[in-house]
């Protein structure tokens, strides 16, 4: 089990010595149980820092903003960043270093090892509350453990877990400066890929009404987008809603703009934003399942970036975030690539 | 039924300039009869073709979407089929996956040798999409 | 941006087009086009008048981008860009809309063809809308070149390219160069000696100031481009220094290994350490690594102990040499259809049923047998041989769709040469038909005909097997209409022509294309017959098709010339539709620099750079690229997305 207060010790130390600028970790949120993210740069606020299975936020998004601050003010970091690092976590961060986005001498990994459990599913855990608000999770090895106004309730970890931690096949930050907590891998609660393995068994028009379904009701408002470590394109390819202009855009660009799809949220264009999201994130994503949790109409976005995931594992050999050294998915084949597709 | 004959399928085509479009020209030389339905955009490479060109093409209306290039090994950039072969595998499955049918995307090998390939490429191509009717499920719908 | 005045120019090809694409119609179709200013048809374009139309119209009319819709660009885009340049616009901004050989020529219906001409025409001018004038990028060119085979093409390409005052490195694969035409006795129809007539050229290679000779050396890498080549050669080691070696040939006689001696078609055997030929070049002796003991004096070092001038050297390594060159003449040669391949010929385990070539050294006064013809089982002179052409060629069902063009003549010079050998002797030879086109060899082919012991059979060969100690050849004569049993004391099949065993890895080390058949594709089948499909590569000899030997020593000579016009250009001007990168939108990811086939990406500073004298253009950057920062001059994502729309409008 993870004492809270070593990842509090080492971030307070590491600050106080000056040899991180700041520590990205988890602290208490205003809303009952749930943890937020924490962008700590005064020792003294270390003691803030928590880890329990509401720390839910993939934070190797704020070291893509904290690089796009950095450039925007044109500074260079004068220390490294450190980041407390779930396993997914940690694989977006070697994907983030695998392009180049940062340097690893830039970041300092606190790792922290899921050890067999994983976080809570809010939607999951709403009907067993019974209308009350938790103010507390733990993980006591088997079970989740919340603290209600009623008392404390325990619940089977396989009834309120998120269904990536169910799956997950690694839930351990291997790519780490340190690391809390022991490596369980192998403690799978559920298959790996076992939703998507369900959803494949339905035939195609099965298939197609159940998307048709989600895809008419996305608004297109790219919380997916912009809870996403992965998506930190400043302009992205097929929107052009949020062109940004930068001191090097010229009214040339400005015209040239690509408009593969057209603003309106209408089925049509959206298939083309999600797919062309899925696509791009094949052997990139880590499923840390950021943005399934953040739509706000619950478009099972996970199930196509597992459909990708699963591909690139079953058909390349590719595991997104195993390797800052290896080459991308897309960028790179195998002599014997499946190709009995082809005519 | 008589709708069903009546429907044309719109191909867009991707063509290697190497491989696949100096095959169809080759088709064209040879004069072997194939149907009118594939327009061939001209690409340098099949691995220039953004998997965004096949989704832009049937969000634009295509019925179909045909890759074409050269075999495997016989590249003209060394590589770039290969590349093509596994982007073309993922956006193939995504497809799939999402409920369109999978003969609407095809991806095929035709050298500058094969015109008659080439042709016939085309002809299954179209017999296949014939059944399939109008692809509706990824097309912008028509503004009111 | 201010708007195009594009120019649209609808060929007719005479009836080519017009007669299934209602050429009028596209016409006025483009004109409807928001960029396009001016359109016009013609019933030949690309003729002198409909060329100069062309320029007339683009000064006329204040053009500043054109588009003829014709036959593919494969043929006139040079022509009408051209012209372009001529009418004082930029090149880069004329482009061709393929109608004929896409459209016009395999659509009938009159409709369907002109709806779908008017598809690929709008989406070329919405393609040209965006295209921007460019000029050709100049390289620098290495006034070296590269000679890849030792045979007699190779050797012939070195020498024309080395006599023009450029120096060449010729790389061969084997211990001496010489090839194909070395192993042969005598060539038709003049029945001359081949090695007489190919030794002073080997020599002449070897002591030629501007040839670097690299024998027992294979090409393992090549990167750049026409004008620049950077070739990695393995150099094998022979475990013999050729200038200490005095070919006392005491080495031979104490060495304890007996391989099969390929250079004798395994007619015969030779040790571990050889000489392909008493005529090799270079004359040295080879250890044949594979076949020694160890390499080691411990093991055997018998060879090294008896070597006087001391030319053994056990320590010898494998030496990478780097070359930089402009130009590269690729002539690998061939080799025989695997008798394996051929079941009812014996498959290759009939005795005495030997190939073309082991007849060769049969016949040859350095072969196996020191010139007599004397079968290999018994070494008694065959009385009754059958010659059999057409072996594996000619049947696409079930070996090589081709004719290998040479045994037609080669089995009427083996018939001859067996009668010479063997005056009392029977010549049968089963064929198809005679193809003799070349100059004197109908009348050999007849001569050799008119020899009352050598009998020309109109036919196929079914079946051959072993029978009370002769060969039995079961086949029909077809003029005769009658089956024909011939109890024979010697085959000589007359197997297809392939291309070299190493062919499909030259091909693609170097880049360059193989045709359905496997020998290296020629970039047009008739106006480039040695150029390959990659610029600065040319093909000549049997690599490229089955061919004699003028034929080859002419194509070894075109080569030679086409590599000697490009060389004495200082400089070259390469296509300037490269990669480049959108610096805004880069993230430095590095994606590109992974996918490029050619290592023309590196990232500097955070951001993708394209070596522009790297890059080929191929696009893998632009589509691997998740941000659109990287893209094909005047082949653009943006075009490409005007155009996806053009085909759907």
Redesign the interface.
């Known amino acids: 089990m993870i004492n809270v207060q070593d990842i509090r010790d080492t971030a307070r130390d590491m600050l106080t010595k000056g040899e991180v600028r700041a520590v990205i970790g988890y602290r208490r949120g205003s809303r009952g149980m749930l943890a937020e993210p924490a962008f700590i740069t005064d020792p003294a606020q270390a003691g803030d820092l928590v880890w329990d299975p509401t720390c839910f936020h993939n934070l190797s998004l704020y070291l893509v903003e904290d690089r796009k601050f950095l450039t925007h003010v044109r500074k260079t970091a004068n220390a490294p960043i450190a980041i407390v690092a779930k396993g997914c976590d940690a694989r977006s961060i070697v994907v983030l270093l695998q392009?180049?986005?940062f340097k690893r001498e830039d970041v300092y990994i606190i790792g922290v090892s899921c050890e067999g459990a994983g976080v809570v599913d809010e939607r999951k855990l709403a009907p067993h509350l019974n209308g009350f608000q938790a103010t507390n999770a733990a993980f006591d090895g088997d079970d989740f453990v919340f603290t209600t106004a009623e008392g404390e309730k325990c619940l089977p970890a396989r009834e309120v877990m998120a269904d990536r931690c169910l799956e997950c096949r690694i839930p351990f930050p291997k790519e780490h400066n340190i690391v809390f907590g022991e490596d369980k891998t192998g403690r799978q609660l559920a298959e790996p890929f076992a939703a998507l393995t369900r959803f494949?068994t339905q035939g195609?028009?099965?298939?197609?009404?159940?998307?048709?379904h989600h895809?008419d009701r996305c608004i297109r408002c790219f919380a997916c987008r912009s809870v996403c470590p992965m998506c930190?394109?400043?302009?992205c390819?097929?929107d052009s809603i949020t062109f940004p202009v930068?001191t090097?855009?010229?009214a040339?660009?400005k015209?040239?703009r690509?408009?593969?799809?057209?603003r309106s949220a209408?089925?049509?264009?959206n298939?083309?934003y999600l797919?062309?999201r899925?696509?791009?994130l094949?052997g990139r994503c880590t499923d840390c399942g950021e943005c399934e949790r953040a739509c706000p109409v619950n478009v099972p976005i996970r199930l196509?970036n597992n459909?990708?995931e699963r591909?690139?594992r079953e058909?390349?050999g590719f595991e997104p975030g195993a390797s800052i050294g290896g080459?991308?998915?897309?960028?790179?084949?195998l002599?014997n690539?499946?190709?009995q597709?082809?005519? | 039924m008589s709708e069903q004959q009546d429907y044309e399928p719109r191909i867009v085509a991707f063509l290697c300039k190497w491989c696949s479009s100096a095959g169809s020209d080759l088709a064209g030389v040879s004069r072997i009869q194939y149907p009118a339905n594939a327009t061939p955009i001209t690409v340098p490479c099949t691995g220039a073709i953004s998997?965004?060109y096949i989704?832009?093409a049937f969000?634009k209306g295509a019925d179909g979407v045909l890759v074409s290039g050269c075999h495997?090994g016989d590249c003209h950039y060394i590589?770039g089929n290969?590349?093509a072969?596994?982007?073309?595998?993922?956006?193939?499955?995504?497809?799939?996956?999402?409920?369109?049918?999978?003969n609407r995307f095809?991806?095929?090998?035709v050298s500058a040798a094969e015109g008659a390939k080439f042709a016939q490429?085309i002809t299954?191509f179209v017999d296949d999409l014939q059944p399939l009717g109008p692809q509706d499920?990824?097309?912008?719908?028509e503004r009111v | 941006?201010t708007k195009k005045r594009t120019g649209v120019f609808v060929c007719h090809c005479g009836t080519n087009i017009a007669a299934t694409v209602d050429v009028a119609k596209v016409a006025r179709e483009m004109a409807g086009e928001n960029t396009v200013a001016y359109t016009q048809e013609y019933v030949y374009m690309c003729s002198e008048p409909g060329q100069e139309s062309v320029v007339q119209a683009i000064k006329d009319n204040q053009l500043d981008s054109v588009v003829v819709t014709c036959c593919s660009p494969n043929l006139h885009e040079k022509t009408f860009r051209d012209n372009a340049q001529r009418a004082g616009i930029n090149n880069f901004t004329c482009e061709i809309a393929n109608i004929r050989e896409q459209c016009s020529w395999v659509h009938n219906d009159k409709a369907k063809g002109t709806e779908k001409a008017i598809k690929i025409s709008r989406s070329i001018v919405r393609r040209v809308n965006?295209n921007k004038p460019m000029d050709a990028i100049a390289v620098n060119v290495t006034r070296r070149a590269m000679v890849i085979g030792g045979g007699i093409a190779g050797i012939q390409a070195a020498l024309d390219i080395a006599n023009a005052g450029i120096e060449v490195t010729l790389v061969e694969k084997q211990a001496t160069i010489g090839g194909r035409m070395l192993q042969l006795s005598e060539t038709f129809p003049t029945l001359d000696c081949s090695q007489c007539v190919l030794s002073p050229k080997m020599v002449e290679v070897k002591r030629h100031p501007r040839v670097k000779l690299l024998t027992y050396s294979e090409v393992q890498e090549v990167t750049g481009s026409v004008g620049n080549f950077r070739v990695k050669i393995l150099k094998k080691p022979t475990y013999v220094d050729p200038d200490k070696c005095k070919l006392c040939d005491e080495c031979t006689v104490v060495c304890p290994v007996v391989v099969p001696n390929e250079y004798e078609l395994n007619l015969t055997a030779r040790r571990a350490i050889y000489i392909p030929y008493a005529q090799a070049i270079p004359a040295s002796f080879t250890l044949d690594e594979s076949a020694c003991l160890g390499l080691n004096p411990i093991v055997c070092g018998k060879c090294k102990d008896v070597c006087e001038a001391d030319a053994i050297n056990y320590d010898m390594r494998p030496e990478t040499i780097t070359e930089e060159v402009g130009a590269i003449v690729v002539a690998t040669g061939f080799d025989l259809y695997d008798q394996e391949n051929m079941p009812e010929m014996g498959g290759g385990k009939v005795e005495d049923v030997l190939d073309g070539l082991q007849f060769e050294r049969l016949c040859s006064a350095s072969g196996a047998t020191q010139g007599h013809v004397l079968r290999p089982s018994d070494h008694k002179e065959p009385k009754d041989v059958v010659f059999i052409q057409c072996v594996g060629s000619r049947d696409p069902a079930k070996h090589c769709a081709y004719c290998s063009k040479i045994c037609c003549m080669y089995t009427a010079k083996h018939a001859r040469l067996y009668k010479k050998h063997v005056p009392d002797g029977r010549a049968y030879v089963f064929y198809i038909d005679i193809r003799s086109g070349g100059k004197g060899y109908e009348e050999f082919v007849q001569r050799t005909m008119e020899d009352d012991d050598t009998l020309y059979l109109r036919g196929r060969v079914s079946r051959l097997y072993r029978h009370n100690g002769k060969i039995k050849v079961l086949g029909t004569d077809t003029l005769s209409g009658q089956n024909v049993e011939i109890d024979a004391d010697m085959v000589v099949l007359a197997l297809a022509m392939v291309p070299s065993k190493g062919t499909i890895d030259i091909a693609k080390t170097l880049k360059i294309g193989r045709d359905k058949d496997g020998f290296l594709a020629e970039a047009h089948p008739k106006l480039r017959p040695v150029e390959s499909v990659t610029g600065g590569i040319y093909l000549a000899g049997a690599a490229q098709a089955p061919k004699d030997i003028p034929e080859t020593v002419a194509q070894a000579g075109a080569a030679a010339s086409k590599v000697i016009a490009l060389l004495s250009q200082s400089t070259l001007s390469r296509s300037p539709l490269i990669a480049k990168v959108?610096?805004?939108?880069c993230?430095?990811?590095?994606?590109?620099?992974?996918?490029c086939p050619y290592t023309a990406i590196r990232?500097e500073g955070?951001k993708a750079v394209v070596n522009e004298a790297l890059c080929e253009g191929c696009g893998s950057c632009s589509a691997?690229c998740?941000?659109?920062a990287i893209d094909v001059k005047n082949v653009t994502?943006?075009q490409i997305?005007e155009m996806i729309e053009a085909c759907l409008a």
Not at chain 2, 85 to 102: D, N
Not at chain 2, 106 to 109: D, K, N, Q, V
């Open positions: 392009e180049h986005y494949e195609t028009a099965e298939r197609w009404d159940f998307w048709s895809f930190y394109c400043d302009e390819v097929v930068t090097e855009t010229t040339e660009d015209a040239n690509i408009r593969w799809i057209e209408v089925r049509s264009e298939i083309t797919m062309t899925a696509m791009h094949a196509l459909k990708m591909e690139a058909q390349f080459p991308s998915l897309v960028a790179s084949f002599d690539d499946p190709g597709f082809i005519r | 998997p965004m989704l832009s969000n495997i590589e290969y590349l072969r596994r982007k073309m595998h993922l956006i193939m499955q995504l497809i799939e996956f999402i409920g369109v049918e999978p095809r991806m095929s090998w490429v299954d499920k990824l097309k912008k719908a | 941006m965006r959108r610096r805004s939108h993230t430095g990811c590095g994606m590109c620099v992974d996918a990232l955070g691997t998740l941000r659109a994502q943006l997305h």
